[in-house]
């Protein structure tokens, strides 16, 4: 809050610490708030016998903050400085602990970034890696890990054979968590580390060169106008490599973002029992590409999956879907979302209205940047149970693109500004 000069509260952030995910909340009658926890997070080994004896490792989480801000800018960039600060964090030493199943898991999130013109174009592609870690290993046990680097190839010729050249990745920009033996990396190229007994962390993160030439569905998005009346559209197709592909390949989560500009607002509101209510979705399994343009007097969202509605919280009309392809339908099958509007005479589209289209998915079992874990362990004979897990989250952003429909009796040529009488 403005104008206190002490925090409300404060503590210390420790390698236990872990951020929850994101979640849009309500706030009041038709408000909502966005929202964060941060976490404390420890491991229990555990018996289970279904039907033999079975050693797992469950979570036990204790929330130790929670955090709202109406402002979704704000709460991307908490979690970015938190994360950052997590991964800098010294090891704090503790009692040692012997685990009867020693275990080390290792997960590969690839973040992609990338923009798509009105034509379909990809350009200012990026992307980064991440390598979380999680051991369960009797405490001091020094582990190493090894990506398909080219560097590492050039260092030692028969590291990886001779028919690999072309799967081998160039790692830039790369960070390590303050477990790892970073002059020994420079020197081998080999990430050898001592991990923190049962705490996942951030082990290292790095750029690669972008390789991606072309998304798993493709998005294009316009608004047209006519007279006072205007209608968000958006066709989704899925890309034929993966129509074609033989292994199983789909999108999770899909989170797409069409900003609203605030004139507009008041048109998204329907008033119900007194109380005013966003816009929702209205289910059209019937509608497809290249439908014409209709104008109805009640404005409507329709979608062909998912679910739409108008979030004031992002400002912005939100189409979800939870896969795609869709399971009940051919992966070929084209999607749509339309959304009608009627403005008044002083809601016209801003000049300066930022029309970029936000798409936020994840591919599961995927690789974006080309990197590979190829070996990990530890240094003695009797390895741990290995878990290797990949992901890719893709961030795109998509030009949405202007149509104009002139009225009848309206030159579009003569058009000119409009003078106070």
């Known amino acids: 809050e403005k104008g206190l000069e002490k925090p409300f509260k404060e503590f210390q952030l420790h390698q236990f610490c872990r951020l929850s995910e994101p979640k849009l909340e309500n706030l009041g009658v038709s408000e909502k708030i966005h929202s964060v926890k941060i976490e404390n997070v420890t491991y229990a080994e555990k018996r289970k016998y279904h039907p033999k004896l079975e050693v797992v490792h469950e979570a036990e989480i204790e929330q130790m903050l929670k955090l709202g801000t109406t402002d979704y800018c704000d709460l991307t960039d908490f979690i970015v400085t938190i994360e950052e600060e997590l991964m800098m964090l010294s090891p704090v030493l503790k009692q040692k602990r012997t685990f009867e199943d020693p275990e080390m898991s290792v997960e590969l999130v690839d973040n992609f970034w990338a923009e798509v013109t009105k034509d379909g174009k990809l350009q200012d592609k990026a992307v980064m890696s991440q390598v979380y870690c999680l051991c369960f290993i009797n405490s001091g046990v020094e582990c190493f890990l090894t990506m398909n680097d080219s560097e590492l190839q050039r260092l030692s010729v028969d590291y990886f054979g001779k028919d690999n050249d072309e799967k081998l990745i160039d790692i830039s920009e790369y960070h390590f968590h303050k477990c790892v033996k970073k002059q020994e990396f420079s020197k081998s190229r080999i990430v050898k580390f001592t ?98 343009y209709e104008i109805e007097s009640e404005p409507v969202i329709q979608v062909t999956i998912g679910t739409a509605k108008y979030e004031y919280a992002y400002k912005a009309v939100v189409w979800k879907i939870d896969r795609l392809p869709d399971k009940n339908s051919s992966p070929d099958q084209p999607h749509s979302l339309s959304c009608k509007l009627e403005l008044g005479s002083d809601q016209e589209i801003p000049r300066n209205w930022n029309s970029v289209a936000t798409v936020q998915f994840v591919m599961p079992a995927t690789c974006v940047s080309g990197a590979e874990v190829k070996s990990m362990g530890i240094e003695s004979d009797i390895q741990p149970h290995k878990h290797v897990l990949q992901k890719a989250c893709y961030n795109i952003q998509v030009e949405i693109e202007r149509k104009l429909i002139p009225v009848s009796g309206e030159d579009m040529d003569k058009a000119g500004e409009c003078i106070t009488q």
Not at 230 to 257: D, G, R, W, Y
Not at 266 to 287: C, E, G
């Open 195 to 292: 991990p923190v007994d049962g705490c996942r962390f951030e082990l290292m993160r790095f750029k690669t060169p972008c390789i991606v030439e072309e998304l798993p569905f493709s998005l294009k998005s316009l608004v047209v106008v006519q007279g006072a009346y205007v209608e968000l559209q958006a066709f989704l197709n899925m890309s034929s490599s993966v129509v074609a592909s033989p292994q199983i390949q789909f999108c999770e989560n899909i989170t797409i973002h069409f900003p609203v500009p605030a004139p507009w607002v008041k048109a998204l509101w329907t008033a119900s029992l007194q109380r005013q209510r966003s816009l929702k979705t209205k289910m059209n399994r019937r509608a497809c590409l290249g439908s014409t």
